[in-house]
């Protein structure tokens, strides 16, 4: 109940004890007075009326004595006139009932006013002849009696309205304030760290409000510091402390957690070699070789600024890794112009300092141990070719398209004859139940061999074909919850479809078809999309809530900003679990603590992606994840 309400019970307690204490108290005086003006009335009715009589020649004419009496009885509230003669032979009498009509009988029970008699004697000169006897009936007392008592409860209510409305008036404008705070405690507990400009006047108020902002304000800070610690851990373990690039833990962790999303028709991976160390440290010194270095650092970011979806690093002393999303050809091009930037800027010649590049295709790879033995393959071979040389390895292994116009054949064939189908992974929260089933979609090469979604959807999305895909995905769902499979089930939307014209029109195709199933469908997006196009992940977000079903992101980067998630807020994220088991094995896991503490300040379930091996699981499962997801729990199966 609120203030007001309560407020409001009690006034309208006192305004009733009031009015009863008024009302019987005036009845009480009323009926007393009344009592004594009605005796008073009556007697002096019947000492005019037999004062008259006295005065006709004969009391006993009784035609005379109903006029006289017709006249006086009509004229007020009498309901009984007798005259009797002192030998008690009755003269005349007239009786009349009386209602009290318009007042109701509880008033009348209540108050009780009885009949009032008034008795006269009628003289013949100094002999009494007659005696005369009036009645009279109390409804008109009642009847005034009564219209009082309406009366003052017509004002009492009016008086009880416009207090109850000044009350109100009155609270709302000295409650103002609490309302606010009321609305910033949620904001608060929603994880908006809200600000009351305006204070208010009373003291005790503005005592709370400035109490409020501060707790806000201290709060903020506190996420906030977590929310940098969790992004200085993370620089701190994927960073290299010389040339500010990433490291080889990051690397690692990238292929180990990700090899699915980063393996495409179209990306390749290099490993780069800066020959001539070990002889600057010799003849120049470790400063000459470390300026080096962190020459071809700054040549690398450079060569790339244009590329923000490339990623690389240093993995070891004289060694860096470049991951391309781009073809072969433009790939080639672009390492020999790096060749080229970091010739124009090294002072040494080719036989003290050089560069190799060892360059595979990642369709070609079956996992990331087999990549990267063809890569320091190539690199081997590319460094028996002489100075700023690379090489590629033998033909790709997946029998894949080459050019756009075959892409688009094998698209039309493939959509037409039905190719594509479903695959699905389980994941699972701490206890071993289903929280939920990652669908994938898939097509077998010439061979038979499944090619993964994120080899051949970047094409399908430049090529216009993404939202038949995603439609014919559409498709295939309906059976997928209509067997033997577990629900809820998640639908991944890519970067590139997410940027696209048409991600709200299918989306929306997705979320009719199970309008009427709410909660079995999660709808997620990769980190790329949230910190590309953060906007229409929010909105996409609240679309999806709006059907009842669950939103979340997908391998996420703890450098995007916890504000942007805390916007989009998804019911889940997935991160890496080789950054989570890194994060976790600092000797205080301080890192991990942070992240762990904003995820549950805003409400966010966390989930491991890329458990593969038991080791991993249990100790994510002594660091307390809500679930996982990972080969080792459970390989991807074709469902449909």
């Given at each position: ?469 995603y439609r014919k995905v559409n498709e295939l769902l309906p059976a997928v919850t209509a067997g033997k499979y577990i629900v809820p089930f998640a639908v991944n939307f890519s970067d590139l479809f997410i940027s696209g014209a048409h991600a709200f029109e299918e989306l929306n195709q997705m979320l009719e078809l199970f309008q009427k199933s709410p909660g079995t469908l999660c709808v997620e997006v990769s980190h790329e999309a949230v910190r590309s196009h953060p906007e229409r992940c929010q909105q996409l977000a609240d679309t999806v809530k709006q059907y009842g079903h669950s939103f979340g992101v997908d391998h996420l980067d703890l450098h995007i900003s916890m504000h ?77």
């Open positions: 109940m609120t203030l007001f309400r309560q407020i409001a019970v009690l006034v309208s307690i006192g305004f009733v004890l009031l009015l009863a204490i008024i009302s019987i108290d005036s009845l009480r005086q009323s009926t007393s007075l009344l009592r004594e003006q009605l005796e008073s009335t009556v007697q002096d009715a019947a000492t005019v009326l037999a004062i008259s009589m006295s005065t006709t020649q004969n009391s006993e004419d009784t035609a005379a004595v109903e006029t006289l009496f017709n006249a006086v009885f009509d004229s007020g509230y009498y309901s009984d006139i007798r005259l009797v003669a002192t030998d008690g032979r009755l003269i005349f009498e007239k009786r009349r009932p009386l209602t009290t009509s318009g007042v109701p009988e509880w008033f009348v029970d209540t108050v009780r006013l009885n009949s009032t008699t008034g008795r006269a004697m009628v003289m013949k000169g100094w002999v009494p002849v007659a005696e005369l006897e009036i009645t009279l009936h109390p409804g008109f007392a009642y009847a005034g009696l009564y219209e009082r008592l309406v009366s003052t409860t017509q004002w009492f209510v009016l008086v009880f309205v416009v207090v109850l409305l000044t009350l109100w008036l009155i609270l709302h404008y000295l409650l103002k304030p609490l309302k606010a705070v009321y609305i910033q405690a949620n904001d608060i507990q929603a994880n908006r760290f809200t600000q009351q400009k305006r204070l208010p006047k009373t003291r005790e108020l503005r005592r709370v409000v400035q109490a409020m902002n501060r707790l806000s304000s201290n709060v903020e800070q506190i996420f906030n510091e977590q929310e940098r610690a969790v992004a200085r851990y993370q620089s701190l373990l994927y960073r290299d402390e010389l040339t500010g690039l990433r490291n080889r833990r990051f690397l690692m962790t990238e292929l180990n957690a990700n090899f699915a999303d980063i393996v495409g028709f179209h990306s390749v991976m290099a490993m780069i070699k800066l020959n001539g160390l070990e002889t600057l440290r010799e003849d120049f010194g470790y400063q000459r070789a470390d300026e080096i270095v962190q020459l071809f650092a700054v040549c690398l970011k450079d060569s790339f600024a244009e590329y923000p979806h490339y990623k690389y690093a240093r993995i070891s002393d004289d060694e860096f890794a470049l991951i391309m999303p781009t073809e072969r050809e433009l790939a080639t091009t672009l390492i020999s112009r790096l060749f080229e930037r970091f010739q124009a800027r090294c002072h040494f010649n080719q036989d003290v300092v050089s560069l190799n590049a060892g360059v595979a295709e990642l369709s070609r790879a079956d996992g990331v141990t087999e990549l990267l033995s063809e890569l320091d393959l190539s690199l081997s071979q590319a460094q028996s070719l002489g100075a700023y040389q690379l090489c590629f390895p033998g033909e790709q292994h997946l029998s894949l398209p080459q050019g756009k116009l075959q892409w688009r054949n094998w698209f039309q064939h493939a959509l037409s004859s039905n190719q594509f189908y479903l695959v699905s992974q389980l994941v699972y929260d701490t206890s071993g139940a289903v929280m939920h089933r990652e669908i994938f979609v898939r097509i077998d090469d010439e061979e038979g061999r499944p090619i993964p979604a994120a080899v051949f959807m970047p094409m399908a999305l430049s090529l216009g074909f993404g939202l038949e895909i942007t998630l805390q916007a989009i807020n998804p019911e889940y994220v997935k991160i890496s679990a080789r950054l989570l088991d890194d994060l976790g094995a600092e000797s205080d896991a301080s890192a991990y603590q942070a992240l762990r503490n904003v995820v549950r300040t805003l409400d966010i379930e966390l989930i491991a992606v890329g458990v593969d091996e038991k080791a991993l699981r249990d100790r994510l499962l002594l660091m307390g994840v809500d679930g996982m997801q990972g080969n080792y729990l459970g390989k991807p199966e074709r469902i449909i």
